[in-house]
């Protein structure tokens, strides 16, 4: 019934029409086309509906994997909190935190005497520079003699030892090493500042060492006493600041005796507190398996085993008193302290023997006062603390987000400040953008607007093929070649007023922020390139009828037209560069430290560490489920937000600036 | 040809194109062309899809250079007696003097004010009183004045169809050239949109020569004053519009006009 209605319905249409020479085209009957849509299904399923769930669940595996991860992250980071402050409380209940009061401001009295001291041997060379050149050019001598002459030597005194002595033998040896000291004596260049006389008595005397005399030849004693001539000189022309600097070293000394004391206090402290908890954990976990065991017999022993390993809580309000009783002393100490380096300062010369010991010992009679004061300040504060103030999670997060130390396996304390690593990875990146920006969206434009078709054949695989290198060979790249290089180039002299210049590390910030913007490149240069593809031809028509130039045409229109793909282009090469791990750990130079930024612009070339960098060293050699560990999350959630945070921005520049499609 | 004997008026033409021939590489588009453009006239090309039209209107500013292999053969193209090919002639310097207006309204996605002001930014001009008044009087002209006088900082994308394509007349006017070329200009608007640049025409047309390629026969008839007649790349007939609708020479044009082929 179905089918004739069906074919009179169909073949009713092409007889109304012109086309009546031609059959019409023989179709089934519908009954059995209905019928047969039915017969194909897979396990009682539309085969139709069966594909679209196929690409709809490949499309949510995605989607399910990054949720999986985000939770994962979670899980073991979120722990890290309260870890860190339990840690953190013992730091505190133990007195550690007590000691680190006057132990960290004491820390700038190294810098001080360190500055002190080379300000010092800087002005004492100024004198006795020449005697040491010349004591030391003779010392060397010798011992190239006696390095040609070692054979020999050996020899003569293996024949000496001998029991009975054989007389020719031992002529035979000395004859020997007569004849080798001679030459080798004979062969030494003497340098210039030893007179003809000088270099003529050296040789003679280098030619008569022998292995019985221990005594130094006659010329090379009165090198050592013109030496220690002069040096006495030079010592007695800055005795100021000699004395001054013995005075600074030894002010530290009964202060910091009194410290050294309470740290091995305190840590004695904290190492008892933190077996107990150890001791105390194992013990509630016993507690725990014989609360759920059935078996009486199993029981009976795993609570015994509990009651056994109860151990005495360490009774931290006792212990602290040792400490905090010295409140006093401590305080005296330090006072004494500030005054005697003050005094020092005060009678620290004006002169020192060179410029740049001057500098220094400025430097340092600046310093001291703001030492002091710190110290005092840090002393005042002592006896406001106190060592059962209960440990806040917020001051917890604050000492992770704000902290500036990142301390591990330390024997003293661990402390996981995230701001080293952070402002580590900030510099790079924004190194590796300023240099990668200008790099790609110039070439970008070149190669779609000037380009002739064979350049861009040329061109854009070449740019895209670096993406395509392995980011550990980059870092060799940058280990040995581009760190010499840039050490190389900061040794030349007439660039030495840029900041920073000479440097002294060869692995640092700016290294890896070159190599990072190299990566960066093909990223930028794509997607800025595409950006300026799509800018609609109609523009370009319009400014040319107008009779702009080229150039006016590529920086009034196309460019403006393009500039939130050219933007988000360069948001994604930043979430690229904050994200790269591998050449960051090799090249950056991994110093665990705040750059210093007091050094102007130059702070490019020092080392630092990174976000990604700390992982990626650390995570491997750290017990699973310790703090370290867990800050080590924490520090891959904070680098998964900040990946996020860049990518929604990328969007979001990208859909605010996309002109009205007209 | 027609052509010759219809343009015997002085002054002389504005854009003269003679016996010209142009080539996309190897296959010719237009055949022996010879059209004179006279001052202060509407001139309307019509003809079927592909005659040529559009690609004679892209000759006059040299809009075709861009097309790489794409070339005058033979003959010259003068606008106001000078050779356009000569190699003293600066091309910006003639796409000042020849404007062009596009089929699909195309302003810069800038604000309604940088649009007009365009065109002088890039030939130098920086006062700001000359830019405020000339795009005063562009606008004015292109009878957007009183609409949009209090929105000239709003995003020129942000306007309707219509005055968007009123607004890119503004632009190429606000350089003062003496040709407006426009390339179906209305193919892509509403009726009411336009009526207004029909009507915006015959005005300019007061001050300017004004060429339109069309494809609407009436269009032509109502806002020109001469009209090209073009088929397959040749000039068939060139006539004062009133002439060559009501009383064609040629049996093609006439065949055309009728609608027996398209």
Known sequence: MFSTAGFCLISGAPDSRRMNSLPPPSRPPLRSVLLMSRKRTILGLDPQKLIKYFFGSNASVAIIVLVLIMVFLLREGIDFLPTYQRELQTYRRAGLEFCDIIDQPLQRNQALSSSLRQAVSASLETLSKPARDRRDAAFLLKRQVEDKTVQQRESLTQALEKTPPAPEQIEVFRRELGETSVAAAKALVYPAFFSAAESEQLQREFAALTPEVTDLPPLLQTLVAEFSAKDREARTKFAALVQAQEEFEEATEPLQEVVDELKAKALETKEKAVEFEVLETNRQRLLEAAATETDPKEKASLTKEAEESVSEAVNLKESIKEITGRTAELREQVEKYAVVIEKAAAVLPKEAGTGAARKLVNEVREGIPEHAREMRAAAATLEGWRWDKPVSIFSVIGAFFFGTQWITNSSWQDFFGFVPLLSGSLVIAAIAILIATPVSVVAAIYTNQFASEREKELIKPVIEFIQAIPSVVLGFIGISLVGNLIKDVSEWGWLQWVPGFPIQERLNMFNAGCLLAFMAVPTMFSLSEDALNNVPRAYIDASDALGATKLQTVFRVIVPAGISGILSAILLGLGRVVGETMVVLLVAGNRIAIPDFSAGPGVIFQPAHTLTGIIAQELGEVSRGSSHWQALFMVGIVLFAISLLVNWCARAVARRFEPHKA | ?262
């Open chain 2, 1 to 262: 040809m027609s052509a010759d004997s219809t343009a015997q008026s002085t002054p002389p033409p504005v854009v003269q194109v003679r016996d010209m021939d142009f080539c996309y590489g190897a296959s010719k588009a237009l055949f022996d062309i010879n059209l004179k453009v006279e001052y202060h006239r509407v001139t309307a090309l019509i003809g079927p899809s592909g005659c040529g039209k559009s690609t004679l209107l892209r000759c006059i500013n040299r809009m075709n250079d861009r097309v790489p292999s794409a070339r005058v053969t033979k003959g010259e193209v003068l606008v106001k007696g000078k050779n356009i090919h000569d190699a003293d002639v600066d091309l910006t310097q003639l796409r000042k003097q020849v404007g062009m207006v596009f089929q699909k309204s195309n302003p810069f996605p800038k604000s309604i004010y940088e649009n007009v002001a365009y065109g002088l930014r890039i030939h130098g001009e920086k006062n700001k009183s000359v830019l405020d008044e000339a795009v005063e009087r562009s606008l004015t002209h292109a009878a957007l004045w009183e609409e949009l006088k209090d929105r000239l900082q709003a995003n020129a994308l942000a306007l309707s169809g219509g005055q968007q394509q009123r607004l890119c007349i503004a632009r190429a006017i606000a350089t003062v050239p003496d040709v407006l070329l426009m390339d179906e200009p209305c193919s892509a608007l509403d009726p009411i949109s336009t009526l207004k640049i029909e009507e915006l025409m015959h005005q300019l047309a007061h001050e300017f020569t004004v060429v339109i390629v069309t494809h609407n026969m009436q269009q032509a008839v109502r806002v020109s004053d001469y009209t090209a007649f073009l088929h397959l790349g040749k000039l068939i007939e060139f006539a004062p519009t009133e002439e060559l609708f009501t009383n064609p020479r040629e049996k093609l044009t006439e065949a055309y006009l009728r609608g027996t082929f398209s």
